[in-house]
């Protein structure tokens, strides 16, 4: 029985209704402090509460009498002035009031008292509503970080407040709820493609046995780097799924040993920074994601640009690593653009791609809290910087 009317009242719970409860007891609270400290009757009636009871009690008008931009509050001449009389009855059969009207000093202390409860009462109003909009703010940045570290979404009380917050609690649960799912299923398919492409290598190593032997190593080579590339794949999958903590990082020694693994290959990548081969800069990132995000920047530069110069140092509390390119560089108003999924610029050189690597590389370093951007050099070629926080 009590559950079923709490249901009822729950129902009838509102912001306009608590609106007008509020605005109505502020109002009438201003009214009865005003009367009580300005008005010579209120002042009376204080001392016979405690003997009369609520028979004491006068009527309360809404605004006192007098008009307080006048000199005199609008009462008429003589030695004192007195509380004017009750309303009467005049010949016409209406009500008026008889005496004048209080002093403007009086009546500007009056106004003043009402304005000060009234906004006492608009700022604890104004808290009070706001309360379940700070706790749909604070979900929501919770919600994005959630995501990004592959923890569960919080979730809202819809079963208390009025029946907008507990319909606006409902709506953002379920919408937090649809955004996990979408995000592990898109996890799981990315992890599922780079699963699968491990049969296909297998069987392109065994029918290598029939080719020529320098053939057969630099197809060997092709599969290592694929095999290489799925690797590091399904670990920033990972990393993402299980929501593990960022590391730790010597970052001039990460950038170290992929630029000694890429230069073992014969590509074109140094490593250059402040008179330093490799600064030690500390950061805490995942290490999968990171390798990533510096992989795709320096592949992206030796497509388009022929060579790679990284560099690492600190910038104002960042650890900023810079990648350099010798290539064309990009129209101004593109520079952005490029950080877009599938798009590629038109560049005249017919080089393969599907314009994801930038996109991806940004993407994971805003997981990491940190900021990628692009500029064209003054001396020619490219400039991307990448900026994590230093520990």
């Given at each position: 029985?009590?559950k ?10 509102s912001?306009f ?13 201003s009214h009865v402090v005003?009367?009580?400290?300005v008005?010579p009757?209120g002042?009376?009636?204080?001392g016979?509460l405690?003997?009369?009871?609520a028979a004491?009690?006068?009527p309360?008008p809404?605004l006192?009498p ?6 005199d509050g609008?009462?008429?001449?003589g030695?004192?002035?007195r509380?004017?009389a009750?309303p009467?009855l005049?010949?016409?059969g209406?009500r008026?009031p008889?005496g004048?009207?209080m002093p ?6 009056d106004?003043?008292l ?7 009462g608009a700022?604890?109003?104004a808290?009070?509503?706001?309360v379940?909009?700070?706790?749909l703010?604070?979900a ?9 570290e ?5 979730a ?5 407040g009025t029946?907008?917050v507990r319909?606006?609690?409902r709506a ?7 955004l996990?799912?979408q995000f592990?299923q898109?996890s799981?398919h ?7 492409l491990r049969t ?6 065994l029918r ?5 032997s320098?053939?057969?190593?630099a197809?060997g080579?092709d599969?290592r780097a694929m095999d290489?590339?799925?690797d590091?794949?399904l670990?920033v999958?990972r ?6 903590r960022?590391?730790l ?7 170290q ?7 073992e290959?014969?590509?074109p990548v ?5 008179g330093e081969a490799a600064?030690a800069?500390?950061?805490?990132a995942?290490?999968a994601?990171?390798r990533?995000?510096?992989d795709?920047?320096?592949?992206n530069?030796l497509r388009y640009?022929?060579?790679?110069r ?14 350099d ?5 990009i129209?101004p108003?593109?520079l952005e ?7 590629r610029l038109?560049?005249?050189t017919g080089t ?5 690597g930038?996109a991806?590389?940004?993407?994971l ?7 990628l ?8 070629g490219?400039?991307?910087s990448l ?5």
């Amino acid at each position: 029985m009590m559950k079923r009317w709490r249901e009822r009242l729950g129902r009838l719970d509102s912001l306009f209704l608590r609106l007008f409860l509020l605005m109505w007891v502020t109002l009438v609270l201003s009214h009865v402090v005003a009367f009580s400290v300005v008005s010579p009757v209120g002042t009376r009636w204080m001392g016979r509460l405690s003997t009369e009871g609520a028979a004491a009690l006068p009527p309360l008008p809404s605004l006192p009498p007098g008009n307080p931009l006048a000199g005199d509050g609008g009462r008429p001449p003589g030695p004192a002035w007195r509380p004017p009389a009750p309303p009467m009855l005049g010949p016409d059969g209406e009500r008026r009031p008889v005496g004048g009207g209080m002093p403007a000093r009086a009546l500007w202390l009056d106004y003043a008292l009402r304005a000060l409860l009234i906004g006492v009462g608009a700022a604890i109003g104004a808290r009070w509503l706001s309360v379940p909009m700070r706790r749909l703010a604070q979900a929501s940045t919770t919600l994005s970080q959630g995501l990004a570290e592959g923890r569960d979404p919080p979730a809202l009380d819809d079963a208390h407040g009025t029946v907008e917050v507990r319909d606006s609690a409902r709506a953002f649960n379920r919408m937090a709820q649809a955004l996990k799912h979408q995000f592990d299923q898109r996890s799981l398919h990315m992890a599922a493609v780079s699963h699968d492409l491990r049969t296909p290598l297998t069987r392109l190593r065994l029918r290598l046995e029939q080719l020529p032997s320098d053939a057969a190593r630099a197809a060997g080579a092709d599969i290592r780097a694929m095999d290489e590339l799925i690797d590091a794949s399904l670990a920033v999958v990972r990393e993402q799924a299980t929501g593990a903590r960022p590391a730790l990082l010597d970052l001039g020694a990460l950038l170290q040993s992929l630029t000694d693994d890429l230069a073992e290959q014969g590509l074109p990548v140094t490593l250059v920074g402040d008179g330093e081969a490799a600064p030690a800069l500390h950061v805490r990132a995942h290490p999968a994601s990171l390798r990533r995000v510096v992989d795709n920047l320096v592949d992206n530069a030796l497509r388009y640009g022929g060579a790679a110069r990284l560099g690492c140092r600190r910038v104002d509390g960042w650890a900023e690593v810079t990648v350099d390119d010798d290539g064309p560089g990009i129209a101004p108003e593109q520079l952005e653009r490029v950080f877009q999924p599938w798009v590629r610029l038109p560049d005249g050189t017919g080089t393969s791609g599907n314009g994801l690597g930038l996109a991806i590389a940004r993407d994971l370093t805003q997981r990491e809290g940190g900021t990628l951007t692009m500029g064209n050099r003054a001396e020619g070629g490219l400039r991307v910087s990448l900026r994590l926080h230093l520990e």
